[in-house]
Antibody, heavy 113, light 107 residues
Framework: QVQLVQSGAEVKKPGASVKVSCKAS????????ISWVRQAPGQGLEWMGWISVYNGNTHYAPNLQGRVTLSTDTSTSTAYMELRSLRSDDTAVYYC??????WGQGTLVTVSS | DIQMTQSPSSLSASVGDRVTITCRAS??????LAWFQQKPGKAPKSLIY???SLQSGVPSKFSGSGSGTDFTLTIRSLQPEDFATYYCQQYNSYPFTFGQGTKLEIK
């Protein structure tokens, strides 16, 4: 069965970077792109970006362009989301999701001094 | 960016009811619309893609319709497990955008 397993919760200081992983199993990794979505406490869903696992093409949300980088490692079927220059309003649960509709369990990133 | 507006923002209904949630796009998106269900503390679950196609394993009590700018999600015969927050998302053009969500509560 398809599974996306994300890395554990992180606590970061303002200005730091975080890299969240999303390990896929149960399907051919290169067949589907992966989106990253975040959800601040008590808020709705915010699309962050998408990566083609097949060729590495990326698209980012304009408000995150320059601070976020999506990547994949096809040898380990793992996708990564790196967010830099963290601010308190980056505190959120971060999700990966495949184009085929499967979601990871979420990773809480807390940014606090 | 394409703006997605859901209505209502919240909805009270009873077990056994049929409800409809509306999602409107600020410009035409053909049928590139998905619906998601989210329960508190859980990851979203994909329900519908391409406006009306059910994801594998999703019961047929959920149905979607629409094209262009106006879309609906209908849930018939509500059960306790259906009370959740529902989101639409357009994937016609980048950046993909979500509606603000509709919270479905038990009356």
């Amino acid at each position: 069965q398809v599974q996306l397993v994300q890395s554990g919760a992180e606590v970061k200081k303002p200005g730091a970077s975080v890299k969240v992983s999303c390990k896929a199993s149960g399907y051919i990794f290169t067949n589907y792109g992966i989106s990253w979505v975040r959800q601040a406490p008590g808020q709705g869903l915010e699309w962050m970006g998408w990566i083609s696992v097949y060729n590495g093409n990326t698209h980012y949300a304009p408000n995150l362009q320059g601070r976020v980088t999506l990547s994949t490692d096809t040898s380990t079927s793992t996708a990564y989301m790196e967010l830099r220059s963290l601010r308190s309003d980056d505190t959120a649960v971060y999700y990966c999701a495949t184009d085929s509709g499967y979601w990871g369990q979420g990773t809480l990133v807390t940014v606090s001094s | 960016d394409i703006q997605m507006t859901q209505s209502p923002s919240s909805l009270s209904a009873s077990v056994g009811d049929r409800v409809t949630i509306t999602c409107r796009a600020s410009q035409g998106i053909s049928i590139y619309l998905a619906w998601f269900q989210q329960k508190p503390g859980k990851a979203p679950k994909s329900l519908i893609y391409a406006a009306s196609s059910l994801q594998s394993g999703v019961p047929s009590k959920f149905s979607g319709s629409g094209s262009g700018t106006d879309f609906t999600l209908t849930i018939r015969s509500l059960q306790p497990e259906d009370f959740a927050t529902y989101y639409c998302q357009q994937y016609n053009s980048y950046p993909f955008t979500f509606g603000q969500g509709t919270k479905l509560e038990i009356k």
